[in-house]
T-cell receptor, first 117, second 111 residues
Framework: ETGVTQTPRHLVMGMTNKKSLKCEQH?????MYWYKQSAKKPLELMFV???????ENNSVPSRFSPECPNSSHLFLHLHTLQPEDSALYLC????????????????FGPGTRLTVL | GQQLNQSPQSMFIQEGEDVSMNCTSS?????WLWYKQEPGEGPVLLIA?????ELTSNGRLTAQFGITRKDSFLNISASIPSDVGIYFC???????????FGGGTRLMVKP
């Protein structure tokens, strides 16, 4: 599935850096998601945007700041991260999002492999 | 939060063997999805199930939505080396529209 793209694919940053992850979906979907995938842990939902409105924030530390300027683009701004934030960050999109019925299939991007030194 | 129990956690099989994995929950689910994730990539949707008892195939893959609506199964027939990856179940329950994921089954296939 190439409908969801993410950049960069790999990122190494120091704890004092500020960086941003970008996600773009070409599927005409209304909802976008950020997930964190750490080794040996289930996928953790971080944020959900539906029609550019944030509808879910799963107790994510404030050093992660999402931005959804339109229904096709989603950003995750990172600042003063910790080494334990190193993980694969996955973006996904779906047709209806939070307002849809529970048949809303999510399509994932390839992820950004983040390493915090 | 809501958890899905996926088993086995890993499997190491010989090429040509059939594979079975399952996902269970303590609550009722309305939708079951099965994804495959290869190294360095995001999960890719394999099969979606929307009705209790539904049996759906995608090539050598077959998945079933359990009658109790609390479980789902994925079978892979005649495995090949490119089946290697992590298989995730996911689902929506009655409580809301947030997708819940299982912990994954890591499949390794020996040629």
């Amino acid at each position: 599935e190439t409908g969801v793209t993410q950049t960069p694919r790999h990122l190494v940053m120091g704890m004092t850096n500020k960086k941003s992850l970008k996600c773009e979906q070409h599927l005409g979907h209304n909802a976008m998601y950020w997930y964190k995938q750490s080794a040996k842990k289930p996928l953790e939902l971080m944020f959900v945007y539906s029609l550019e409105e944030r509808v879910e924030n799963n107790s994510v530390p404030s050093r992660f700041s999402p931005e959804c300027p339109n229904s096709s683009h989603l950003f995750l701004h990172l600042h003063t991260l910790q080494p334990e934030d190193s993980a694969l960050y996955l973006c996904a999109s779906s047709q209806d999002g939070i307002r849809g019925f529970s048949t809303d299939t999510q399509y994932f991007g390839p992820g950004t492999r983040l390493t915090v030194l | 939060g809501q958890q899905l129990n996926q088993s086995p956690q890993s499997m190491f099989i010989q090429e040509g063997e059939d594979v079975s994995m399952n996902c269970t929950s303590s609550s009722i689910f309305n939708t079951w999805l099965w994804y495959k994730q290869e190294p360095g990539e995001g999960p890719v949707l394999l099969i979606a199930l929307y009705k209790a008892g539904e049996l759906t195939s995608n090539g050598r893959l077959t998945a079933q939505f359990g009658i109790t609506r609390k479980d789902s199964f994925l079978n892979i027939s005649a495995s090949i080396p490119s089946d290697v990856g992590i298989y995730f179940c996911a689902g929506y329950n009655n409580a809301g529209n947030m997708l819940t994921f299982g912990g994954g089954t890591r499949l390794m296939v020996k040629p």
